[in-house]
């Protein structure tokens, strides 16, 4: 067990709709970053906070937005929601803004129909 | 742009022998390499990693080799256990916050 949690584990939701995904990260762990994995490709880096600020921004769609919580929570919003953003989504936490591992939640699993 | 390719998608090595999994990069400015290590339906986990200040870094079965002229890691498991089968990922990060990984290669060690 990580010690990050990510929650739903699966999600199934028609085109054009609206999700919300959560993660918790592991105690005292400032960082969070959201990786997406669709089918046969690596982790794509989405974007990452720390501490409640956007820290670094990847390929992150303008329909996708995310944030972090006071208390450390985030989410990630996926809107308009098309067939191909189907994938598996997963948060990381770490202690620091970089340098040193991330530790991965269990993803969750969004299928568009 | 994929920043670290990892060419081989899949490797089947016998119990007992050496894995070799190998990863190239593009970006100079990649100063800190990791390792990780996936079983499917859960997330990534940490094997090892490597600081471009060092060339080697060992950590039990597992040794990482980086060679920055090269640009080029690999991640050696030695001996490898059907347990050890699993997708393996490698990472690089530099001065940014980005964590870029590449797409995996699968390991199947043979009993």
């Known amino acids: 067990d990580s010690g990050v949690t990510q929650t739903p584990k699966h999600l199934i939701t028609a085109t054009g709709q609206r999700v919300t995904l959560r993660c918790s990260p592991r105690?005292?762990?400032?960082?969070v970053y959201w990786y997406q994995q669709s089918l046969d490709q690596g982790l794509q880096f989405l974007i990452q906070?720390?501490?409640?600020?956007?820290?670094a921004k990847g390929n992150i769609l303008e329909r996708f937005s995310a944030q972090q919580f006071p208390d450390l929570h985030s989410e990630l919003n996926l809107s308009s929601l098309e067939l191909g953003d189907s994938a598996l989504y997963f948060c990381?936490?770490?202690?620091?803004?970089?340098?040193?591992?991330?530790?991965f939640g269990q993803g969750t699993r969004l299928t568009v129909v | 742009d994929q920043q670290v390719k990892q060419n081989s998608p899949s490797l089947s090595v016998q119990e007992g022998r050496i894995s070799i999994l190998n990863c190239d990069y593009t970006n100079s400015m990649f100063d800190y390499f990791l390792w990780y290590k996936k079983y499917p339906a859960e997330g990534p986990t940490f094997l090892i990693s490597?600081?471009?200040?060092?060339d080697k870094n060992e950590d039990g079965r597992f040794t990482v080799f980086l060679n920055k002229s090269a640009k080029h890691l690999s991640l050696h498991i030695v001996p490898s256990q059907p347990g050890d089968s699993a997708v393996y990922f490698c990472?690089?990060?530099?001065?940014?916050?980005?964590?870029?990984f590449g797409t995996g290669t699968s390991l199947t060690v043979i009993p």
């Open positions: 105690s005292g762990d400032l960082s």
């Open positions: 490597i600081s471009s200040i060092k």
């Open positions: 990472a690089a990060s530099g001065t940014g916050n980005q964590f870029y």
């Open positions: 990381a936490s770490s202690p620091r803004t970089h340098r040193g591992e991330a530790f």
């Open positions: 906070y720390y501490n409640g600020e956007e820290r």
